[in-house]
């Protein structure tokens, strides 16, 4: 049984650039959670996608966007790159919504310049 | 956006030193779990609380889940080298919903 993977696990971008990361659930799960993790800081929802769906969204502007394909694999795109959006971004994977079976990746370390 | 409040922020304990955190929140919470991160990882759960008042232990590990719903305590005991790392609270509001999570304690073990 795979874990969540997630990639690319390190990233340099520009202010103003657009990204997009990529995350592929757990065996077995179909629901995929984005969170933003800062330095110092704890994970901060993003949104959940659930049957290709959005089905909840933090408090994150809608230049925050993603993608659920029907393997479950998810993308989180983030466009107009500004560099408080430098973080750790963390895919957690669940089965249905329930989210104490959430398996989380390694992450996508992002640094915005 | 919002985080639940953890102390201490960081706490340096020798081997076999018994530990403990907590995490206060001014919502309450239907569910409390608690992660451990380690460098250049995702959380990874320990520990997960369904009711006011449980107490659950997982190994050296026991956590409970505060009477008013609010509060959260874990405690490690006999530590050990491997117990390093940053340990994070969560609350959740009911099963379907996000997680919301602590500030984060930072546990340094010397031996």
Not at chain 1, 67 to 81: G, K, M
Not at chain 2, 9 to 19: A, H, K, L, N, P
Not at chain 2, 24 to 44: A, C
Not at chain 2, 51 to 70: C, D
Request: glycine share 10%.
């Amino acid at each position: 049984e795979t874990g969540v993977t997630q990639s690319p696990t390190h990233l340099i971008k520009t202010r103003g650039q657009q990204v997009t990361l990529r995350c592929s659930s757990q065996s077995g799960h179909n629901t995929v959670s984005w969170y933003q993790q800062a330095l110092g800081q704890g994970p901060q929802f993003i949104f959940q996608y659930y049957r290709e769906e959005e089905n909840g969204r933090g408090n994150f502007p809608p230049r925050f966007s993603g993608l659920q394909f029907p393997n479950y694999s998810s993308e989180l795109n983030v466009n107009a790159l500004e560099l408080d959006d430098s973080a750790l971004y963390l895919c957690a994977s669940s089965f249905q919504t329930a989210n104490y079976g959430y398996t989380f990746g390694s992450g996508t370390r992002l640094t915005v310049v | 956006g919002q985080q639940l409040n953890q102390s201490p922020q960081s706490m340096f304990i020798q081997e076999g030193e018994d530990v403990s955190m907590n995490c206060t929140s001014s919502s309450i919470f239907n569910t409390w779990l608690w992660y451990k991160q380690d460098p250049g990882e995702g959380p990874v759960l320990l520990i997960a609380l369904y009711k006011a008042g449980e107490l659950t232990s997982n190994g050296r590990l026991t956590a409970q889940f505060g009477i008013t719903r609010k509060d959260s305590f874990l405690n490690i005991s006999a530590s050990i080298p491997s117990d390093v790392g940053i340990y994070f609270c969560a609350g959740q509001f009911d099963n379907t919903d996000k997680l919301i999570f602590g500030t984060g304690t930072r546990l340094q073990v010397f031996p």
